[in-house]
């Protein structure tokens, strides 16, 4: 994983690659360059294509980050186009890997036994709440216990888990045949 100060590399590769953004996938730059995968996001952000620039840009220096322009922006941008591409075939794909390989968290219920869960948000707007966790066995949201408790709860949109689940139907577990 890069650190604040790693050598030069992408941007994506060094936001992803932070501490505390476990929970994140690497948005494709060619999913990123499509035009129509980022329609109505030009008004969410001021500076738009500047700020695509800098997402976009292969050879990014963690030196200058915070000499640019605001870097909550830049992640504001980013974070809504993951939203978007989680919901793709090959987003649902790598996000499928993480959840699998447990990389969000287990259930902290009992009954549960270790359920893997997924990230969800509480609202698809920016800076309104947290990223929270939700389970798919008994259907409830909990709070991470890591870092990644920092990330916007937006960066994963309320129906993430949903989405999944209709993708992926296999995968969703029956409900605990304890009662709580």
């Known amino acids: 994983r890069p650190f604040a100060s790693a050598p030069v590399c ?6 992803t690659g932070l501490q ?3 929970f994140l996938c690497r948005v494709p730059s060619d999913y990123i360059m499509d035009r129509f995968n980022l329609t109505g996001l030009e ?3 001021p500076n738009f294509n500047l700020i695509l620039e800098i997402i976009l840009d292969p050879k990014f220096s963690a030196d200058d ?5 605001d870097s909550n922006l830049v992640e504001k941008l980013y974070g809504l186009i993951h939203a978007r591409y989680i919901l793709t075939s090959h987003g649902v794909e790598n996000m499928c890997k993480k959840y699998e ?12 036994k270790g359920q893997n869960t ?8 920016w800076a309104h709440s947290n990223v929270k966790l939700y389970c798919p066995r008994c259907r409830d949201v909990f709070q ?15 129906g993430f888990p949903h ?3 209709m993708q992926l139907p296999e995968l969703r577990p029956q409900p605990p045949e304890e009662k709580y």
């Open 118 to 125: 997924l990230p969800v948000g509480l609202s698809d707007e």
């Open 20 to 22: 505390g953004h476990d």
């Open 43 to 45: 008004t969410s952000v």
């Open 65 to 69: 980050w915070d000499k640019t322009m």
């Open 144 to 158: 991470p216990r890591s870092r990644c408790c920092l990330l916007d709860g937006a960066i994963f949109g309320t």
């Open 10 to 15: 992408s941007w994506i590769n060094w936001y």
């Open 101 to 112: 390989r447990g990389e969000f968290g287990i259930c902290p219920r009992v009954y549960c």
């Open 163 to 165: 989405m999944f689940f």
